[in-house]
């Protein structure tokens, strides 16, 4: 009797369990895909958004960067110290008025810069002084420096104090105080002198304008001209 092979049923079997299983890899693999899709949507919103805002940020710190700088504000006035708030100053600055015998004087300069702490007294580069002392006499004062109280008329003068008389005599010394509504002239510094009558140095001077007088501190050295000498240098 002849058997002929007949396949098995099992392979049928086989068939169908590996389709169940290849179904249920598909699902899981379709279940990752979903998952990743997902994600990758995700992503793409979050960078959607997120780029536009970081390309406007990068604009924007270019454009700072690439922009100049703007003009400082300026410091409100209050906001400075005194010290660096300038004096009130006048340039050839003219100091009229009279004594008290009521003859003029007048004092002028290069510059005048009020005292902060005492509105009332100048500082002066260069200053000069004329006073009258009588119709015919007038007496000049110049220094480099000088300060002078406009209310009570008293000025001092320092650095190469020279002293003009219209009578030809000449003074020199370092520092000097002067009263111009008394014509009182008095200095504590060496001085030298010299005119038509002789020289003269001494260790300080007293002068009244009112009374003609002129007083030399001690030691003093005094050296006179005779008159031969006096006709001979003015003939």
């Not at 708030?85 to 004594?99: C, G, I, M, R």
């Not at 406009?150 to 002067?178: A, C, F, P």
């Not at 140095?201 to 005094?222: M, N, R, T």
């Amino acid at each position: 009797m002849n058997h002929d092979a007949v396949p098995s049923s099992s392979a049928p079997d086989d068939l169908h369990v590996e389709a169940i299983d290849l179904l249920v890899k598909s699902s899981d693999e379709i279940a990752r895909h979903s998952i990743k899709g997902r994600r990758h949507s995700t992503v793409v919103r979050v960078l959607r958004l997120a780029l536009p805002v970081l390309a406007i940020g990068v604009v924007v710190v270019l454009w700072n960067w690439s922009e100049p700088q703007a003009p400082l504000a300026p410091v409100p006035r209050e906001q400075i110290s005194p010290q660096s708030v300038q004096s009130n100053e006048l340039v050839n600055p003219k100091f009229q008025s009279e004594d008290a015998r009521s003859r003029p004087y007048t004092i002028t300069a290069d510059k005048a810069t009020q005292n902060t702490e005492n509105k009332d007294v100048v500082v002066l580069q260069n200053p000069v002084a004329d006073m009258t002392l009588s119709p015919e006499n007038w007496v000049a004062l110049s220094a480099q420096q000088g300060e002078y109280a406009q209310s009570s008329g008293k000025l001092h003068l320092n650095g190469q104090v020279e002293v003009r008389h219209n009578g030809g005599y000449e003074l020199s010394t370092q520092s000097m105080d002067i009263d111009v509504t008394s014509q009182v002239i008095t200095t504590d510094a060496p001085v030298t002198g010299h005119g038509p009558a002789g020289e003269i140095s001494a260790q300080g001077l007293d002068a009244y304008g009112a009374e003609d007088k002129v007083i030399f501190q001690g030691p003093a050295k005094l050296i006179l001209r005779t008159k031969k000498e006096i006709s001979r240098e003015n003939p």
